[in-house]
C-alpha cells in the first residue's frame, strides 16, 4: 500500500475503534510505566501508581492522537506539518487533548523538537513519540512521503519515519479484513510470533515498540488479551499498549473493548466530538468514504 485509505466503508466505526483501542489500552498501562516485567501484574484498569492519576487518564500517547486527527481533519485530510506542530503546542502548553488539561508523561524528543520548532533527526531522536500518535493517517488519502512529514514534524530519523510508515500500512491492511498474522508478515514481520516474551523488548525504542505490538496482537485473540499482555511487558507500558490497543481495537471492533474500560474513561466526550467531527466534515474524502 503506497497511498490512499483502503479501510471498508464502515470507516466512521473503525475509526472510533482504533481511537478508543487506542485511549483505554494507554489509560491501562499509565500506572505502570517505568515498572520492570514480572514486578507487577495488570488485570483491569486502576488509577494513581507511576503518575499519580485517575482511572482512566490517557497520557501524552492518546493526546497527540487526537491532536493528529484533528489537524488531519481541519487540513482536508492533509498533512499540514505547520498546523499539527501548533495543535502539539497547544496541548503541550494548554492541556488541549487532554482529559483535565493535566499534560504529564512528555517525551524529551517531542519536548525539545516543538521548542525548536523542527523535528530532531540524531541517532537518539528514534522514541516512540511519533509512532504512538500517527494511526488516524491510515484513515486519509496520504501517501508514504506524507506519513514522514507528519511524523518528522517531531522525530525525523529515518528509523521512526520507517516505523510510522509500517505501522499506517499494518493498520490499513487489518481495516481490509487482513488476519492479524497476515497483516503483519505482509509488512515484513512474518513470525514475530514465534519470539519468546523474552526476546520482545519494550523499551522506549520506535522499533521495539512496533515489534511488541506486533508480538502481542498475534499471540492473543481478543483486544482484552492483547493490551493486557502489552502492558504486561513494562517499562514503557502505556506506549506498547496504545499502539497495540489501535491494532487490537481495529481487529476486534469497539464492542470488543470491555464495557467497563470504557465506561471508566475520562474525556470521553471528547474522543466522541473528535471522531465525529471526522466523520461529518469534509476532511478530504478517502475512496472508502465513496465506495
Not at 168 to 189: E, M
Not at 241 to 246: E, S
Request: charged share 20%; glycine share 10%; proline share 2%.
Amino acid at each position: 500500500i503506497t497511498g490512499g485509505s483502503s479501510l471498508t466503508k464502515d470507516w466512521v466505526t473503525q475509526l472510533k475503534s482504533v481511537v478508543y483501542g487506542e485511549a483505554v489500552a494507554d489509560a491501562l498501562g499509565v500506572p505502570y510505566e517505568f515498572r520492570k516485567r514480572g514486578t507487577f501484574k495488570c488485570e483491569t484498569m486502576i488509577g494513581h501508581g507511576t503518575h499519580n492519576r485517575p482511572a482512566g487518564t490517557w497520557s501524552d500517547d492518546t493526546s497527540m492522537m487526537l491532536a493528529t486527527l484533528d489537524s488531519l481533519t481541519k487540513c482536508g485530510g492533509h498533512v499540514d506539518e505547520d498546523d499539527m506542530r501548533e495543535k502539539f503546542n497547544d496541548w503541550l502548553v494548554h492541556g488541549a487533548y487532554t482529559p483535565d488539561g493535566v499534560v504529564f508523561d512528555v517525551g524529551c524528543t517531542c519536548m525539545n523538537a516543538l521548542g525548536y520548532g523542527h523535528g530532531l533527526d540524531g541517532e537518539y531522536d528514534n522514541g516512540n513519540g511519533s509512532l504512538m500518535r500517527i494511526a488516524p493517517l491510515a484513515f486519509f488519502d496520504v501517501d508514504d512521503n506524507d506519513i514522514h512529514v507528519a511524523s518528522a514534524v517531531t522525530h525525523a530519523h529515518h528509523i521512526s519515519c520507517e516505523a510510522c510508515i509500517t505501522y499506517v500500512h499494518a493498520l490499513r491492511l487489518l481495516g481490509q479484513g487482513a488476519s492479524p498474522r497476515a497483516a503483519i508478515t505482509q509488512v515484513g514481520y512474518g513470525n514475530i510470533w514465534d519470539r519468546s516474551e523474552a526476546d520482545v523488548p519494550s523499551s522506549g525504542f520506535v522499533t521495539h515498540t512496533l515489534e511488541a505490538a506486533f508480538w502481542c496482537l498475534t499471540t492473543t485473540d481478543s483486544y482484552k488479551d492483547c493490551v493486557l499482555k502489552a502492558v504486561n511487558l513494562g517499562d514503557d507500558t502505556d506506549t506498547t499498549a496504545a499502539v497495540a490497543g489501535a491494532f487490537a481495537g481495529l481487529t476486534y471492533g469497539f464492542d470488543a473493548i470491555p464495557s467497563e474500560w470504557v465506561a471508566s474513561m475520562r474525556g470521553r466526550e471528547l474522543l466522541d466530538s473528535l471522531v465525529k467531527e471526522t466523520a461529518s466534515g469534509d476532511c478530504g474524502r478517502t475512496s472508502l468514504c465513496d465506495e
